[in-house]
C-alpha cells in the first residue's frame, strides 16, 4: 500500500509542474523539451486549427490529434437500478495526460484517477485507485487544408489499481492486464465537426477479465465564438467473457467485473464546450444509455478541463 500511494504523490507531482507550465504560460527549459514538437497536430504553422475533444467516454473516445495536454476530470455515475445492487454511485477523479513527440506522434496517458463506489445493496462500498493505462497515438493521416486527420493507438493498462468489494476484484490484481487498440479520425466543415472511434480493449487473461469493442461519435457544432454544442454516442460490446465472476453484467468502460455472461451497453450525452483562451476549454455534459441493458450507467455526469501547453 505504501508503495502505491508514494507512485500515486510522484505522479501527482509530475503532473502538478506540468500544469504550473500551462497556466503561467511560461515554456520548459530548452534542454529539457527542445527536441520535441509539442504544438503537435495543432502547430501555430500550418497546423489544425480546430480542437473540440470528446467529453464522454474519456477512456476509449481518445481524440485523434496529437497534443500536449492535461485534463482534469470528475464523474458522477448514477448506478442503474437494474443492476445487481439497485442502484448507488460512483464518483471518480482523474487527470488524463498527453505529450506531443512529433507533429503525428503522441504519447497518452488516459486513465489514473481515484474513484469512490457505493452500492444500495449486494457489494460494500469501496474506494480506491483506477488501473492507469499509457500508450502511443501515430496520425497516419494529417491534412489541416482540409481539416481532417485519421490516427492509429495502441495503450497498455497494467493491473495495478486496488479496487476491490466483498471479494470481486475491479481493477488491479491479478489477470495480466488490458491491452487497447483503436482507429480515430476527425473531419470539420466550417462550424460543424465530427469525431469517430473504434477498437478492442482485449484483456491478457481472458479467464480473468471480459474483452470489449468500444466504439464511439463525437458531433460538435460552433454556436457563438468559442462555445461549441456537442452530441456523443458510445457503445461498448463485450465479445469475450471472463470467467471469474457468476453474472450477466459487466463494468463498461470504468470496472471490469470479469463475468460469464455480459453483452453490449449503448449509450448517447449532450454537453456544451468552451474555448476559454487558445489553451484552455471546459466541458460540461450529461450522458443516459440508449439499450435496455444498462449494467453500471444508470446515467452520468460529466465536467473537464483541458489544459494545453
Given at each position: 500500500?505504501?508503495?502505491?500511494?508514494?507512485?500515486?504523490?510522484?505522479?501527482?507531482?509530475?503532473?502538478?509542474?506540468?500544469?504550473?507550465?500551462?497556466?503561467?504560460?511560461?515554456?520548459?527549459?530548452?534542454?529539457?523539451?527542445?527536441?520535441?514538437?509539442?504544438?503537435?497536430?495543432?502547430?501555430?504553422?500550418?497546423?489544425?486549427?480546430?480542437?473540440?475533444?470528446?467529453?464522454?467516454?474519456?477512456?476509449?473516445?481518445?481524440?485523434?490529434?496529437?497534443?500536449?495536454?492535461?485534463?482534469?476530470?470528475?464523474?458522477?455515475?448514477?448506478?442503474?437500478?437494474?443492476?445487481?445492487?439497485?442502484?448507488?454511485?460512483?464518483?471518480?477523479?482523474?487527470?488524463?495526460?498527453?505529450?506531443?513527440?512529433?507533429?503525428?506522434?503522441?504519447?497518452?496517458?488516459?486513465?489514473?484517477?481515484?474513484?469512490?463506489?457505493?452500492?444500495?445493496?449486494?457489494?460494500?462500498?469501496?474506494?480506491?485507485?483506477?488501473?492507469?493505462?499509457?500508450?502511443?497515438?501515430?496520425?497516419?493521416?494529417?491534412?489541416?487544408?482540409?481539416?481532417?486527420?485519421?490516427?492509429?493507438?495502441?495503450?497498455?493498462?497494467?493491473?495495478?489499481g486496488n479496487l476491490r468489494t466483498s471479494g470481486l476484484t475491479l481493477q488491479g490484481h491479478g489477470g495480466g492486464g488490458f491491452f487497447n487498440l483503436f482507429a480515430a479520425a476527425a473531419k470539420a466543415w466550417?462550424?460543424?465537426?465530427?469525431?469517430?472511434?473504434?477498437?478492442?480493449?482485449?484483456?491478457?487473461?481472458?479467464?480473468?477479465?471480459?474483452?470489449?469493442?468500444?466504439?464511439?461519435?463525437?458531433?460538435?457544432?460552433?454556436?457563438?465564438?468559442?462555445?461549441?454544442?456537442?452530441?456523443?454516442?458510445?457503445?461498448?460490446?463485450?465479445?469475450?467473457?471472463?470467467?471469474?465472476?457468476?453474472?450477466?453484467?459487466?463494468?463498461?468502460?470504468?470496472?471490469?467485473?470479469?463475468?460469464?455472461?455480459?453483452?453490449?451497453?449503448?449509450?448517447?450525452?449532450?454537453?456544451?464546450?468552451?474555448?476559454?483562451?487558445?489553451?484552455?476549454?471546459?466541458?460540461?455534459?450529461?450522458?443516459?444509455?440508449?439499450?435496455?441493458?444498462?449494467?453500471?450507467?444508470?446515467?452520468?455526469?460529466?465536467?473537464?478541463?483541458?489544459?494545453?501547453?
Amino acid at each position: 500500500m505504501g508503495g502505491e500511494r508514494n507512485a500515486a504523490r510522484q505522479w501527482i507531482i509530475a503532473l502538478g509542474v506540468m500544469l504550473g507550465s500551462v497556466l503561467s504560460g511560461t515554456p520548459a527549459p530548452a534542454g529539457d523539451w527542445g527536441f520535441l514538437d509539442l504544438d503537435g497536430s495543432l502547430g501555430a504553422a500550418g497546423g489544425h486549427r480546430r480542437y473540440v475533444p470528446p467529453i464522454s467516454n474519456p477512456l476509449f473516445n481518445e481524440t485523434p490529434y496529437i497534443t500536449t495536454e492535461l485534463r482534469p476530470i470528475y464523474l458522477h455515475n448514477e448506478i442503474s437500478s437494474s443492476f445487481v445492487t439497485q442502484g448507488g454511485h460512483i464518483d471518480a477523479g482523474a487527470i488524463e495526460a498527453r505529450l506531443a513527440l512529433t507533429d503525428r506522434l503522441g504519447f497518452i496517458a488516459p486513465k489514473d484517477g481515484y474513484a469512490h463506489l457505493h452500492f444500495n445493496k449486494a457489494l460494500k462500498d469501496t474506494t480506491g485507485f483506477e488501473n492507469m493505462a499509457f500508450g502511443l497515438k501515430y496520425a497516419v493521416v494529417s491534412n489541416p487544408e482540409e481539416d481532417e486527420i485519421l490516427t492509429f493507438g495502441a495503450l497498455y493498462e497494467p493491473p495495478i489499481g486496488n479496487l476491490r468489494t466483498s471479494g470481486l476484484t475491479l481493477q488491479g490484481h491479478g489477470g495480466g492486464g488490458f491491452f487497447n487498440l483503436f482507429a480515430a479520425a476527425a473531419k470539420a466543415w466550417g462550424p460543424l465537426g465530427i469525431e469517430a472511434n473504434i477498437g478492442p480493449n482485449l484483456a491478457v487473461d481472458g479467464k480473468h477479465d471480459s474483452s470489449l469493442l468500444h466504439y464511439a461519435g463525437h458531433v460538435n457544432y460552433e454556436l457563438a465564438e468559442g462555445l461549441y454544442g456537442v452530441f456523443e454516442i458510445n457503445g461498448f460490446s463485450v465479445f469475450d467473457n471472463g470467467r471469474r465472476t457468476a453474472g450477466n453484467f459487466e463494468g463498461v468502460d470504468l470496472v471490469n467485473f470479469g463475468t460469464f455472461n455480459a453483452g453490449t451497453v449503448v449509450s448517447a450525452a449532450f454537453g456544451v464546450r468552451y474555448r476559454l483562451t487558445d489553451k484552455i476549454l471546459i466541458g460540461a455534459a450529461y450522458e443516459r444509455p440508449l439499450t435496455h441493458r444498462q449494467d453500471l450507467l444508470g446515467s452520468r455526469v460529466y465536467v473537464d478541463l483541458v489544459l494545453r501547453y
